[in-house]
């Protein structure tokens, strides 16, 4: 090969490495083609309603699943659900919306993960659904469970409807406990602490652990609020969850991991690893979302007995939890065909019999006050009564700040909660660090 | 005369205009556009970007995860140079001595480039478990402690090094072998009657007639570094605590899922300037040593 070549080849794959890069944000996937052509009025074609998602695997085909019944049930309006990638903070999901709206090309309803709403809702592209709420006789918002909206609001106003929600709770390995002569789930994080030391046996290969921390920013915001402290200044300025007031239960648990009393799982699966360490009875206790239920009695398949409670208390704190899962939005701006056909999609969808079987599929939680009260619900909260916790922990929940910037801080956090947990460094210097880094972050965005 | 002329040029002209076309709207386009916006505070969203001039940089001059991800690109660029070119070319110079079963070698070796690098950093991913991933399987049978290959911020870079010179070692054994076979006999033996050992072949003919390739090897390897990220993606996710943040997967992560725009763009331009004068060097000190043939 020659000299000239080579410079051709070299600079050939500089360029082709910038377009490699320009590709990530390039326009969205081609599902918005069967979006168009239905919608001319004069036809008696249905109306289309594109809709975006991000939960994979299973819950995908039971959304596709609940999608069919709408469809069959309503003629003149035709769902298109497609799963885009994951909707968790700064998922596939998100990004792919992102790059959508701002190219003018967006699905006319979309799954919002409940810390993404202060985002989108800002800017100005979800269609504000206030009046619609009041005027609608299944979605106005009393008919909602208390703390269900929380996240759906932007500066007083409504932008989505609860779709896919969950708080995090306790869970506990009922044989452990009694082996260890324990009654009942640790109600504090003193008593947490004990018998945690009390669970914790064995060694090596066989060690179980009384505890097992989740490295993951959800959790870290229930623990940040119910230690007393708060995650942003109330103008969402400013980071706040590095002050002393704030870190207590974090605190707790690097104790617990030091004594030997608790063991982290890292890397990409840590999520993943944590369910299998429970189902597994190598924790005896753990704090994860209620969606995973389904998952852990599977895996645990009647092995052994286990519960699930309230989130404990932090000297004397009052309990505050975070939402978890994802809102529906409708986009603003779409033709308003596609706008009534949404709606009623929405409705449908939220309606106390679809909220039903939703929740009892799935184990997300019911969303309306009048889906608890049904008999088949209630009936279902015999059989599993895991989920009646979740239901009583949710009038302690609080929406976590409404920064628009606050995937910045999430992401932030994560990296500094590994730090603790999976490189062992001290609490507090490494959060108030990462409250620098969010300071740095929030004073460059500014949105 | 003169229509004749100018006729072939507009024909040039046209002949080049579809590759100019693409190249302006895919290449030269967003290139500009990335160098406005980093001079913009943006969401994606909001209507209204703000212009802030140069704050952007000076963020990024003062970031430390922006730090960590320049030395995390460096010393993965630092670490394919030093592993996956030697063993490029030894894997080449062993393909090259003509021995049986050089073809299946080839093949096998070759394989490790064409599989997409999502798809071999999940199997690494699960090769890598700590509980249950084989390697740690294997190192029990020694007697080992199993490692935290990737949650662990003192291995966890050399886990997604390990994986790149598995990808690309194919790759650069493929070039130099091109060199190889093109090295004149005549020259080899000439130098082997001269009473020239192995080494002083290899160091005084072999390497200098493949130099373009090696020289190749070299640009095409750090840009391919700097560029690291699809391992990252999903062994790692950057972590633990940004210890496999790269200056891409840093770009990508602000850009598009923290939604923080402006930063984004600059540490792209970073990007592009870093690589366009690393191979500008290298085409200057390549200069000195490469020997084209005539």
Redesign the interface.
């Known amino acids: 090969?020659?000299?000239g070549m080579?410079?051709s080849?070299?600079?050939g794959?500089?360029?082709s490495?910038?377009?490699?890069?320009?590709g990530?944000?390039s326009a969205p996937p081609s599902t918005q083609s069967q979006a168009t052509g239905n919608t001319d009025p004069g036809s008696n074609k249905p109306v289309t309603v594109t809709f975006w998602y991000g939960i994979g695997g299973q819950l995908s085909q039971q959304i596709q699943q609940m999608v069919q019944q709408f469809n069959r049930t309503h003629p003149g309006i035709h769902v298109v659900a497609t799963y885009q990638g994951s909707y968790s903070?700064?998922g596939a999901e998100q990004?792919k919306l992102?790059?959508a709206?701002?190219a003018g090309d967006p699905p006319d309803i979309a799954q919002i993960e409940v810390h993404s709403m202060p985002?989108?809702a800002?800017?100005?592209?979800l269609a504000d659904i206030t009046s619609l709420m009041n005027q609608s006789a299944s979605d106005r918002p009393t008919n909602f469970l208390q703390g269900m909206l929380a996240s759906t609001q932007f500066h007083g106003h409504s932008y989505g409807l609860p779709f896919n929600r969950s708080v995090p709770v306790f869970y506990y390995n009922k044989a452990l406990f009694a082996s260890a002569g324990i009654s009942s789930p640790p109600a504090t994080w003193g008593q947490l602490t004990q018998d945690a030391a009390k669970l914790t046996r064995g060694s090596g290969d066989n060690k179980v652990y009384g505890f097992e921390p989740l490295v993951d920013w959800w959790p870290w915001e229930y623990e940040v609020m119910s230690s007393g402290g708060t995650i942003l200044s109330s103008d969402g300025q400013s980071a706040t969850f590095g002050q002393a007031n704030a870190v207590g239960i974090l605190e707790a648990e690097s104790k617990l991991v030091q004594s030997g009393d608790a063991m982290v799982?890292?890397?990409?699966?840590?999520w993943d690893?944590m369910i299998s360490d429970f189902a597994h009875g190598k924790v005896a206790m753990d704090i994860d979302s209620i969606g995973s239920a389904g998952e852990i009695a599977s895996e645990i398949n009647h092995k052994f007995q286990w519960g699930t409670a309230i989130l404990p208390t932090y000297q004397g704190h009052k309990l505050e939890v975070p939402p978890g899962g994802g809102d529906i939005a409708m986009m603003s701006g779409i033709p308003e065909q596609q706008q009534k056909a949404a709606w009623t999609f929405m409705q449908w969808w939220t309606s106390p019999a679809q909220d039903a079987t939703w929740s009892m599929m799935t184990g997300y939680l019911p969303t309306q006050t009048a889906t608890v009260n049904l008999a088949s619900y209630q009936a279902f909260l015999k059989k599993n009564p895991q989920y009646q916790v979740a239901l009583s922990e949710l009038k302690y929940q609080v929406s976590p700040p409404a920064s628009?910037?606050y995937?910045?801080v999430v992401?932030?956090v994560?990296?500094?909660l590994?730090?603790i947990f999976?490189?062992g460094?001290p609490v507090s210097s490494t959060m108030q660090q990462v409250a620098g880094?969010v300071d740095?972050?929030l004073q460059?965005?500014?949105? | 005369m003169v229509i004749a002329r100018w006729r072939e040029k507009s024909l040039g002209w046209l002949m080049i205009a579809p590759y100019l076309v693409f190249?302006a709207v895919?290449?030269i386009g967003?290139?500009v556009y990335v160098a406005v916006l980093s001079t913009y505070?943006w969401?994606?969203?909001?209507?209204r970007p703000?212009r802030v001039g140069f704050?952007?940089y000076v963020?990024l001059w003062?970031?430390?995860?922006f730090r960590e991800s320049v030395t995390n690109s460096l010393l993965l660029a630092i670490g394919m140079f030093v592993f996956s070119l030697p063993l490029g070319f030894f894997f080449a110079v062993l393909l090259n001595m003509k021995l049986r079963g050089t073809v299946i070698y080839r093949s096998i070796l070759f394989s490790s480039y064409v599989v997409p690098l999502t798809a071999s950093g999940l199997v690494f991913?699960l090769l890598l478990?700590?509980?249950d991933g084989l390697v740690n399987r294997v190192l029990e049978q020694f007697g080992r402690q199993p490692i935290?290959?990737?949650?662990?911020?003192h291995y966890a870079l050399w886990s997604v090094l390990m994986v790149s010179v598995w990808q690309y070692v194919g790759y650069y054994m493929l070039i130099f072998l091109a060199g190889l076979q093109n090295v004149p006999e005549a020259l080899m033996d000439s130098c082997r009657v001269d009473g020239g050992s192995r080494w002083r072949t290899l160091w005084h003919v072999t390497l200098p007639s493949i130099s373009?390739?090696v020289?190749?090897a070299i640009?095409?390897c750090l840009?391919?570094s700097f560029?690291t990220f699809d391992q990252v993606y999903?062994?790692?996710?950057?972590?633990?605590?940004?210890a496999t943040s790269t200056l891409?997967y840093y770009?990508?992560?602000k850009?598009?899922?923290?939604?923080?725009v402006?930063?984004a763009a600059a540490a792209?331009v970073v990007l592009?300037v870093i690589?366009?004068l690393l191979?500008l060097l290298q085409?200057a000190i390549?200069r000195r040593w490469?020997v084209?043939?005539p």
């Not at chain 2, 003062?62 to 995860?65: D, E, G, K, L, T």
């Not at chain 2, 935290?148 to 911020?153: K, R």
């Not at chain 2, 850009?255 to 923080?260: E, I, K, S, V």
């Open positions: 090969m020659n000299r080579m410079v080849i070299s600079v794959t500089l360029l490495a910038l377009l490699a890069g320009c990530a944000s903070g700064g990004q992102l790059a709206l701002k985002l989108f800002s800017s100005g592209k799982e890292s890397g990409p699966n840590y690893l628009p910037d995937l910045t992401q932030d994560q990296q500094g590994q730090a999976d490189e460094k880094q740095h972050d460059s965005m500014g949105n | 190249v895919f290449v967003p290139l505070r969401n994606l969203l909001s209507p703000v704050q952007n963020y003062n970031s430390s995860v991913t478990n700590t509980h935290d290959w990737l949650g662990s911020s373009p390739n020289f190749f640009v095409v840009i391919q560029q999903v062994m790692t996710d950057g972590g633990p605590d940004n891409t770009l990508f992560s850009g598009f899922q923290m939604a923080d402006g930063p792209s592009l690589l366009a191979s085409m390549g490469v084209d043939e």
